[in-house]
Structures are given as structure tokens and as C-alpha cells.
DNA sequence: CTGATTTATCTTGCATACCAGTTAATGTGT
DNA sequence: ACACATTAACTGGTATGCAAGATAAATCAG
């Protein structure tokens, strides 16, 4: 199959090489360049690729926490070797939504509960900050643009396409982030509600819930428009709030989806 | 070493294979079990190891940003292959901490301007969040260890430690979330503070602000124990805020350490 | 039949090899 | 001298193979 050629290179010359080199080495490490700034080369590797497909199952529960993976067959399936399959699964076990046991197994993350109040908590501080600033800061032009996206949500949320409607209601919050003139930290909570998400696909179906989301982004909007910072933040969180009363049963039905890694009878509180 | 049995398996035998099995396949991935959760190894993997040997030396700027690094040569240098290697630069690209250009080369990641006044607010937001739950749940057990902790750090800052001084503030924050009992939101605001962290590195020595400092912290702890939530959040944003009017600054004496990706006059506002 | 032991076959961690693409020293033509 | 094509030596992305540990089926001892 493949003819190996003797490949001794690869290791350091010594000085005294008696075949001098007709090229000389390229400049190593001349101090910090940084990179070449003009060619930003699109990152479409094979793992990046695969990093988001199996995110995207794990959080749309495609893949039920606890559920055996395999790096195998997962690169089986995909037709590619399991070194970007592994890079994949490594990326995941970071956000915690795989579990790898070394020479043994990985698993489809189990929730930590302890994540879900504090998750919470966070999301809704890093909104509230959000929602102020972007009160602070919105001009005619950005007011046009939540309202439209109003009407999109009230459009989407007729057709009861739950999918559809949890997109744009993230599309909502990220719209406040960039008026705010912060679109990171919308990021960050992208991260940090990561666990929230799964832990509301898992219990209870949101159909129905969707009209009130929508007035309540409506009283948000609205009192952005009016300039009334405390208010709006007041009204996210409002929004926001929530899901704790909903922990200790969701637990309970399912407990083999969790890691159950504080007392469920004594979750955090939540200081407003 | 190993009489190495002729090892054609692997792949997939077809159902008529002349040689039946002895041993049958162990159960394939019988639905969600999750892993064995009574025996949970240490990660020591080599990736690990190395993944905090090189974010160390970022964070505390031995490796200036922008500085060339090679997989090989690190490979080189630890005796190691490229495989953990390249699973150490690839979780420090995703915190932005590595520059990856494919096929080119990696390089110490600059810091994103953008970062450093969104990472502020949002440590501030989620801090004064902290701190106001703390003020509501601390016992006295909790006071004690406050203030042994306070005056731990005055000790230190006596003896110009400044890496001392600066690892004793970041205990003192986390101690605070743990009073909070939401010890995860202090893992996150780590995260959201690296390029901060590297910044106040690069621009100014800190030293001479650490009993300032420590001055602050017994301030908050003096709120903390009286019991009132506003002031204490108060003090503690008093504590946080800054570094807006050094960032310009900082950014022109040293611009090729820096992605400078948002207009340096005008940076986002504080929004209390 | 029950419980301990063996063993085939899994798993992930790491090493190695190869590839395509980038880069910069070099050679060449003008 | 200077512009330009050449090309050796690098880069990171991927494929593959082996090793050590874990696990459950198969086997054996009682």
C-alpha cells in the first residue's frame, strides 16, 4: 500500500551535517509577530464541524444524558478518522455535556443540578445589567427593530412551532446584548444557560407558554421605549425567574438524567 | 514483549463467519446508564497537565501575546507526542487564550479590546450579585473566616507579594461566592476575567494599590456584617469598577499585544 | 445452581505518519 | 539593483496503530 520512504528527517541536523543544506531554515520564533492579520482563514475543519452536530444533538436531546457514546462509532458513522471525533467530544467534556471516563466510556452529560439555580441567578443578573444599559442606549432605529422582531415572535408562536419560537427568543435576548453595545456578554449567557435549556426540553413540553413569553417581551420593549431603566430590568427579571419550583420535581421523575450534587430541598435563593 | 495474537478483528465479522466466537460482544450501548459513578478516576492525562502549564504562562504573561508557538516544539520540549499537545492549544484557542491559523502557525492569543469592558461589567453584575446573596446567608462561622482572611491578605500585602497577593484576592472572591453558597458563578467569573486579568499584567505593576485594596475588602465585609445588601453591592462595584480610562492607554503603548476591535474613544458605559 | 475467575473485546490516551497548504530564503531573468 | 518564479522547510489537520485499563460474557470450582 504505501512505500514508507525512508524518512530520517524530521530529526535535528547536527552542526556538522556534511550535506549543507541548499535552503536554510526559515526564520524560527523571531519574537511576537502575531499572526498575519490580512488572511483570516475560515476554521470549516472536520471536528469544528462535528463539535457543533453533537452539541446540537446533546442539547435538542437527541442524545439523552447518559447515553454511551463512542468515539469509534461515531467516526465510523461520520466516514472520518476518530482523532476529529475526539477533538470534538474533548470541546464537549469542557462545557460539561459529556462525561469521559478514561479506558472505560463516555456518556452523554447528565445535568448537574447545582448548575440550574445557579444558572439562573446568573442569567438573570447579566440581563438585567443588559437591559438597563441597552435602555440607556437605544436609539428610534434599534426600537424598530425589537418591535419587529415582536411581531415575528407573535407570527411564530401562532404556529405553535416550538423550535422556531426558542430560536427567536434567543435571537431576542442577543438583540438586546448588541443594542446594549455588550454582544459578549450575551455569549456568556449562552454558555452559562446551556444546562437550563436541557433541563426545560426534559420536563415540560413550553407549548402554550409561548404567548406569554411574548407579552412579557412586549412589557420589556416597552418599557425600554420609555427610558425607565429600573423598570425594564425589573420586568427581565421578572421574565427570568422562574424554574426553580420546577427543579426538585423535574429531578424526581427522571433522577437518572441528573447528577444530584446538592440538596434538593434547599436550593439557593434567589436575591433580587 | 507481547505475543501480539493475530489481531484481525476490529473490523465488523459478517454473520456467517466460519469461526464462530467463543466469547460473545459485550453489550453495545444499551440505552442511557450514564458511567459508573462509584469510581471516579483522576484526570492526570498528559492534555491536562499540559493545558495548565501553558495557560499559566499565558495568564502571567511569560508568553507575551502574539508570541509564536509550535506544537512541535512544545511536543519537543515535554517529551511528548503532538497529540496532547495539540489537545492543550486547541481548549486554550477556544478562551481565545491561542490564535490558531490552520497551516500556518498558532500564536499566544492577543487580547481582545472588546473584552475588557464587557468582562468588567459582567464581573461587576454577577459580583454584586454574590455579594448581596453572601450578605443575606452568611453566619457567623462565616464572619470569622472573612475576616481571618482579611487579615491574611494585610500580611501579605505588607511583604510586597504582589503573585501572592493577587492569588489571595481571587481566594477572597471566591470565599464569598461559597458564602453565597453559588460557588459555580465564581468559576465563570474567572473565566470572563482572563483577558483582564492579562491586560492589568501588561499596563500597570499593581504594586503600591494592594493595601487600597485590602482596605476595600474590609469595607465590604464591614457591610456584609451589618447586614445591608445595597451598600455592601455598593462596595463592592466601587471595587470593581476602573480600568475603563487605562484601557485607551494601555492599548497605545503596546498596540501589537492587543485586537483592537472597537473604537478606543468610545468604549462601552457603565450602567449601575 | 451459585460465586469466583478467566478472557475476549471493548474503551480512551498517546505516538507516529502523512498530507495539503503556507512561508520565506533562494535563484534567476531582466 | 530589482521583480518574480522556485522550492525547501515549516505549519496544523487528519488517519492509523498500539498500549493500558475496564468490563461483561464465558468458564470453572464448589
Known amino acids: 500500500m504505501k512505500p514508507t520512504p525512508p524518512k530520517l528527517s524530521q530529526v535535528q541536523v547536527s552542526p556538522e551535517d556534511p550535506r549543507p543544506r541548499k535552503?536554510?531554515?526559515?526564520?524560527?520564533?523571531?519574537?511576537?509577530?502575531?499572526?498575519?492579520?490580512?488572511?483570516?482563514?475560515?476554521?470549516?475543519?472536520?471536528?469544528?464541524?462535528?463539535?457543533?452536530?453533537?452539541?446540537?444533538?446533546?442539547?435538542?436531546?437527541?442524545?439523552?444524558?447518559?447515553?454511551?457514546?463512542?468515539?469509534?462509532?461515531?467516526?465510523?458513522?461520520?466516514?472520518?478518522?476518530?482523532?476529529?471525533?475526539?477533538?470534538?467530544?474533548l470541546r464537549l467534556a469542557e462545557e460539561r455535556l459529556v462525561e469521559v471516563v478514561p479506558q472505560s466510556g463516555s456518556y452523554v452529560g447528565r445535568i448537574p443540578v447545582s448548575a440550574l439555580p445557579e444558572a439562573m441567578l446568573s442569567r438573570r443578573a447579566l440581563e438585567m445589567m443588559l437591559i438597563k444599559t441597552a435602555t440607556a442606549r437605544a436609539t428610534r432605529d434599534d426600537w424598530q427593530q425589537l418591535e419587529a422582531h415582536l411581531a415575528l415572535q407573535a407570527d411564530v408562536a401562532c404556529m405553535d412551532?416550538?423550535?422556531?419560537?426558542?430560536?427567536?427568543?434567543?435571537?431576542?435576548?442577543?438583540?438586546?446584548?448588541?443594542?446594549?453595545?455588550?454582544?459578549?456578554?450575551?455569549?456568556?449567557?449562552?454558555?452559562?444557560?446551556?444546562?437550563?435549556?436541557?433541563?426545560?426540553?426534559?420536563?415540560?413540553?413550553?407549548?402554550?407558554?409561548?404567548?406569554?413569553?411574548?407579552?412579557?417581551h412586549t412589557t420589556i420593549v416597552e418599557e425600554l421605549k420609555a427610558g425607565s431603566q429600573e423598570r425594564a430590568a425589573k420586568e427581565m427579571a421578572t421574565h427570568l425567574t422562574g424554574l426553580r419550583s420546577y427543579i426538585a420535581k423535574g429531578v424526581a421523575q427522571n433522577p437518572q438524567y441528573f447528577i444530584i450534587d446538592i440538596d434538593l430541598d434547599n436550593l439557593p435563593e434567589s436575591v433580587v
Open 161 to 216: 412551532d416550538i423550535a422556531g419560537f426558542h430560536h427567536l427568543d434567543d435571537e431576542f435576548h442577543e438583540l438586546i446584548g448588541r443594542i446594549a453595545g455588550l454582544p459578549r456578554v450575551w455569549e456568556h449567557v449562552q454558555e452559562i444557560k446551556v444546562q437550563m435549556d436541557r433541563f426545560r426540553r426534559l420536563t415540560f413540553a413550553q407549548a402554550g407558554r409561548m404567548d406569554l413569553v411574548v407579552r412579557e
Open 23 to 89: 535552503r536554510r531554515n526559515r526564520a524560527p520564533n523571531s519574537g511576537p509577530t502575531g499572526p498575519a492579520h490580512w488572511l483570516i482563514r475560515s476554521n470549516v475543519s472536520i471536528g469544528e464541524r462535528l463539535y457543533k452536530k453533537i452539541r446540537t444533538s446533546i442539547i435538542e436531546l437527541d442524545l439523552l444524558p447518559g447515553t454511551p457514546i463512542s468515539e469509534n462509532a461515531i467516526a465510523q458513522l461520520e466516514g472520518v478518522s476518530r482523532t476529529p471525533v475526539r477533538e470534538a467530544i
